[in-house]
């Protein structure tokens, strides 16, 4: 009996606050959005910054015209790849220019990505990869409402690494290609 | 005494080391807030990128700071969006494995681009590309928008420098963004950030609009996966200061 009562006791001690925190909470934030009692810190009172017009041409390329280079100066085909996960089949790599790539991702899938920081001329290692089984790649989606879709199907994958300084600049994962 | 203190210790080192080594890749956690509005761009400014984001080579699956903007979503189809922001992480976390030589490019702490597009048959085709040195401290600014002299094109800019420009060739409509979500992403259960880390200065490109305003409305929570307890508060525009979002974890 004393126990019960203790147990009953108990919940009502938690039952109340807990109700009426959420209860005050709904009317400070009618959208239940924010954390009760949160309030806007000192260093976030900073005062309006206008936007400025976008960039629209490459001011300096942080990966510039290589070109003239000699081939010997460039990392290895082996050091641009590196280890694949398993399930993950090697195709081929070429030594090819980044001009190069866009051009073939363009043919590939019809996408047209341009790259600020990298100049058309430089040299960069193209490395085609299939993923027969397929691949994880993570999903997003606009709320949780939404079914996450699984996992990407037979893949191909286009890895393109820096030839001379074996940056990892970019990946494609093309899905039933 | 001593046998008694050196147990304690053996123990604590051999419990820590356990703890290390349990990092593990998870679904995508998120804390986030959204912005429904037919938009041609968004811009914000993070603070403490990428210092703000606790992660490392041990830890190395993706943790970022990030906006999404999502095209209308297809029925039945994966969703579609650009995406720009800074984070801590494997390139290409299901491709490569990560190596442990000191010539190692793997493991990425930097801005990033990423998009997803479908095609007609519901194929999707994912992009990430690195922008620009690693390593970046402090605050920076991170822009999206359409280049309305062409269709379905996006650019991208970091701190006023032109990054990627994208023409999408996808099966769906990309020259409106639908929704616009800025929030942390982790997908490794060891990641954590620093409490109260901030992004501010919110603009947007409302459609009908002459170009960027500062957005003045509220932005909810955007309700996902969130098994941490990792919240947000929103702080509109009052009296000339900036909107805000404050990133908390218990």
Redesign the interface.
């Given at each position: 009996m004393k126990k019960l009562l203790f147990l009953g006791i108990l919940a009502i001690g938690i039952t109340i606050p807990t109700t009426s925190l959420l209860a005050q909470n709904s009317v400070d934030n009618p959208?239940n959005?924010?954390?009760p009692g949160?309030r806007?810190?000192p260093e976030?009172?900073?005062?309006?910054?206008p936007?400025?017009p976008?960039?629209?041409?490459?001011?300096e390329y942080?990966y510039p015209d290589n070109s003239a280079k000699p081939v010997l100066q460039m990392i290895t085909k082996e050091?641009a790849i590196?280890?694949?996960?398993q399930g993950?089949n090697l195709k081929n790599a070429r030594l090819v220019t980044y001009a190069d790539y866009i051009k073939f991702k363009t043919k590939l899938?019809?996408?047209?990505?341009?790259?600020?920081?990298v100049h058309p001329n430089r040299r960069v290692w193209l490395i085609e990869?299939d993923a027969p089984n397929g691949?994880?790649?993570?999903?997003?989606?606009?709320?949780?409402k939404?079914p996450?879709?699984e996992k990407?199907?037979k893949s191909k994958?286009l890895?393109v690494?820096d030839a001379e300084?074996?940056?990892?600049?970019?990946?494609?994962?093309?899905?039933?290609? | 005494m001593n046998k008694k203190l050196i147990a304690a210790f053996v123990l604590t080192v051999s419990i820590l080391g356990v703890t290390k080594v349990n990092a593990s890749q998870t679904?995508?956690q998120y804390t986030q807030?959204?912005i429904i509005q037919d938009m041609y761009?968004a811009?914000f400014t993070a603070n403490g990128q990428t210092e703000d984001l606790i992660s490392s080579p041990a830890t190395p699956y993706?943790l970022n700071k990030a906006m999404?903007i999502?095209f209308p979503?297809q029925t039945n189809r994966?969703?579609e969006?650009v995406?720009l922001g800074g984070g801590k992480g494997l390139?290409?976390?299901?491709?490569?494995?990560p190596?442990p030589q000191l010539?190692?490019?793997?493991y990425?702490n930097g801005h990033y681009f990423t998009y997803?597009?479908v095609?007609a048959?519901g194929?999707?085709?994912?992009?990430?590309?690195?922008?620009?040195?690693a390593n970046p401290t402090g605050s920076h600014r991170y822009?999206l928008?359409r280049d309305l002299t062409q269709p379905n094109r996006w650019?991208s800019?970091v701190d006023?420098?032109?990054?990627?420009?994208?023409?999408?060739?996808?099966a769906s409509n990309y020259n409106v963004g639908?929704?616009l979500?800025i929030g942390i992403?982790s997908?490794d259960n060891q990641h954590s950030f620093t409490n109260?880390t901030?992004v501010?200065?919110i603009?947007s490109y409302p459609v009908g609009a002459s170009?960027?305003q500062?957005y003045t409305g509220?932005?909810?929570?955007?309700?996902?996966?969130n098994n941490r307890g990792w919240?947000s508060?929103?702080?509109p525009?009052?009296n000339?200061?900036?909107n805000?979002i404050?990133f908390?974890r218990p």
């Open positions: 959208d959005s924010d954390p949160l806007r810190p976030l009172n900073k005062p309006i910054i936007e400025p976008s960039p629209t041409t490459p001011t942080l050091r590196g280890q694949l996960r993950l899938g019809g996408d047209i990505i341009e790259n600020a920081q990869i691949i994880d790649v993570a999903q997003r989606v606009r709320d949780e939404t996450h879709p990407f199907k994958v890895m690494v300084t074996g940056d990892r600049l970019s990946i494609d994962i093309a899905e039933n290609q | 679904s995508s807030r959204y761009g811009a993706p999404w999502f979503q994966p969703g969006w995406e390139t290409a976390t299901s491709v490569t494995i190596n010539e190692d490019q793997t990425w997803q597009r095609t048959d194929s999707r085709w994912y992009y990430e590309g690195r922008i620009g040195s822009k928008e650019k800019s006023n420098v032109a990054a990627f420009f994208i023409t999408i060739a996808g639908k929704q979500n992403e997908q109260g901030s501010e200065n603009w170009g960027f500062n509220t932005a909810p929570v955007a309700a996902e996966n919240y508060g929103w702080f525009v009052q000339g200061s900036q805000a404050q908390l």
